[in-house]
């Protein structure tokens, strides 16, 4: 077994960290104060080869795999969650068009995504379904050569700024089992009778783009079925397994940043006559925190690893994603708690990470549905 990362890995990673320390670091406070979608950003980031890594090159990309994508995740997660979504998530929903699209789709939807073109959304929690994403209620109905959809999505990343979207749709309802109702369907934003409204006033994450998204009697051609009707739930599972990589990914980076923050910090502020990292007590929480990051990279690399061999690990996915974000939210509270008064206003970064890393036990599967993941499997 050789942890040692290639020469390669290495470079792209010191280039992921280097684009965000320059591009991330002027902007991530006002991004995160005004609730802003920073657009040349992502476009940076594209000329910048950090978007699409996964697609293959037949289709525009470099071909890396999930390793890559986890690597350059957390990199860019550790200097501001928000703004590395901003380019990691410009393809979310896309793997689907990879994994189940036709030859033709490939050809048409991933090359835009590359080359800054075009961003993607994945459209599959509503208003009244979210872990339970089984009981969504979003309807395509068949009329002639083309799905009316009808519905409604909730708390979509991308939603008001992506020019497509993967929609998960229920197209079999009278299918006896509830697992065999659904479809993806892919939806050019651009439709008749689509409403996208932007979710203001978020918690964390304030520069990435959340959206509630309206369908009404929305019209797309049935070649945009992606994979195969009434299998939309199993590839839908299969797409999270491997996706949950990269928001593991997200939680290493964003622990490792409020880390790094705090040994600075520590170093610098003095109480009674000394700095604060002359105390034990204060060593001992860097140590602690600095061992459950090393604990969660390992097994986030581990299951992008498996991934890329194509030996995708649904439980070990479901670990890594609960154990990196549930990591990222215990390393920033001891973050700012070292940081203390400071650590509460918004001159200081650190707040920005506490707040930030609370979605990663939220979404792509709260960490429960993890744990039910995982507990299934031993039971
Ligand atoms: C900023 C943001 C971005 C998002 N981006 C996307 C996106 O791009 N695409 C998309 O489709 N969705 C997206 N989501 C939605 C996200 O995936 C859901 O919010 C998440 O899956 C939880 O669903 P819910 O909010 O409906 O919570 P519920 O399903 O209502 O669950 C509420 C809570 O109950 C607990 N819980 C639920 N079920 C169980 C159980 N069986 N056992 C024990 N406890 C349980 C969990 O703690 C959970 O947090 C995003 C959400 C946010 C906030």
Not at 53 to 66: K, M, Q, R
Request: proline fraction near 3%.
């Amino acid at each position: 077994m050789d942890f040692e990362l290639s020469e390669e890995r290495k470079i792209l990673q010191s280039t992921a960290y280097k684009f965000a320390q320059n591009e991330f670091g002027p902007i991530a406070k006002d991004c995160d104060r005004e609730e802003k979608y920073p657009r040349e950003i992502w476009q940076k980031a594209c000329e910048a080869g950090l978007v699409g890594v996964i697609v293959p090159e037949e289709y525009g990309g470099p071909g890396a795999g999930f390793f890559e994508l986890a690597l350059i995740t957390e990199q860019l997660s550790r200097v501001d969650l928000g703004l590395g979504l901003v380019v990691v998530a410009a393809t979310f929903g896309a793997e689907n068009i990879l994994f189940f699209g036709t030859e033709d789709q490939k050809k048409k939807y991933l090359p835009p995504l590359v080359d800054g073109r075009a961003i993607c959304a994945g459209a599959f929690t509503e208003p009244n379904a979210g872990t339970d994403v089984a009981g969504i209620k979003t309807r395509a109905v068949k009329d002639g050569n083309e799905y009316v959809i009808n519905g409604s999505k909730m708390f979509i990343t991308n939603g008001t700024i992506c020019d497509f979207m993967v929609v998960f749709c229920v197209t079999n309802p009278d299918e006896e089992k509830i697992h065999r109702r659904h479809s993806m369907i892919l939806v050019e934003a651009d439709r008749n009778g689509i409403t996208r409204n932007k979710i203001k006033g978020k918690m964390g994450i304030r520069a990435s783009d959340t959206a509630e998204i309206i369908f009404e009697d929305v019209r797309v051609p049935r070649e945009n079925l992606i994979g195969s009707e009434g299998k939309g739930f199993y590839q839908l599972m299969h797409f999270f397994d491997c996706t949950r990589t990269m928001v593991a990914a997200q939680g290493v980076g964003l622990a490792q940043g409020a880390l790094d923050k705090t040994v600075q910090y520590v170093k610098e502020r003095h109480v009674f006559g000394k700095p604060l990292a002359m105390n034990q007590a204060v060593q001992f929480q860097l140590a602690e925190m600095a061992t459950r990051i090393e604990l969660a990279r390992n097994i986030t690399y581990k299951a992008a690893w498996k991934v890329d061999r194509g030996q995708v690990d649904p439980t070990l996915n479901a670990m890594a994603k609960y154990y990196a974000g549930e990591t990222a939210v215990w390393v920033a509270d001891k973050a700012l708690q070292l940081h203390g008064g400071y650590g509460y206003i918004d001159e200081y970064d650190v707040q920005r990470f506490y707040r930030d890393a609370k979605i990663l036990e939220i979404y792509e599967g709260a960490k429960e549905a993890e744990k039910i993941t995982i507990a299934r499997r031993l039971i």
